[in-house]
């Protein structure tokens, strides 16, 4: 386990480099936003964004950090497409920014009950009906919140 712990950050290590602004911008980002990311966990999926030109990235989940990987994402001149399942949290994110590409999905089962989900025969309900698109799009980064 520590020796991938190492090859994980080595690898996190390789991403572009941060700016001292962007590292203001995910400070200030975890103070609004406490019991999600760390800024050590943000700067390593910004470092893995910014250094895939072109970055395909699909994040599981809005909220208040995705004015954030939006504005990474179009440094690099990529794209990032949310999926999101609460009505609230779609209007919060567009009233931020109108060009957010959000996939409203609507999920099967609940988290508590994955692991029964996994062991059953039938898996369908872990699946999730998204566009056709998706599923060919090869995502650089994919973030699950």
Request: with cysteine; hydrophobic share 45%.
């Amino acid at each position: 386990m520590k020796n991938m712990k190492r090859l994980l950050d080595f690898l996190f290590s390789l991403g572009a480099r941060l700016s001292q602004d962007d590292v203001e911008l995910i400070r200030d980002l975890v103070d609004v936003n406490p019991g999600q990311m760390s800024v050590q966990e943000y700067s390593r999926i910004a470092k893995a964004v910014l250094g895939q030109p072109g970055c395909q990235m699909l994040v599981y989940g809005v909220g208040r950090d995705s004015n954030l990987w939006s504005m990474l994402v179009e440094r690099v001149q990529g794209r990032v497409v949310f999926l999101e399942d609460n009505d609230e949290w779609i209007g919060f994110a567009r009233d931020a920014n109108v060009d957010i590409e959000i996939i409203k999905v609507k999920y099967n089962s609940l988290m508590r009950d994955w692991d029964r989900h996994l062991m059953a025969e039938d898996q369908s309900k872990l699946l999730l009906d998204l566009p056709h698109w998706v599923h060919e799009v090869d995502w650089d980064v994919i973030v699950v919140d």
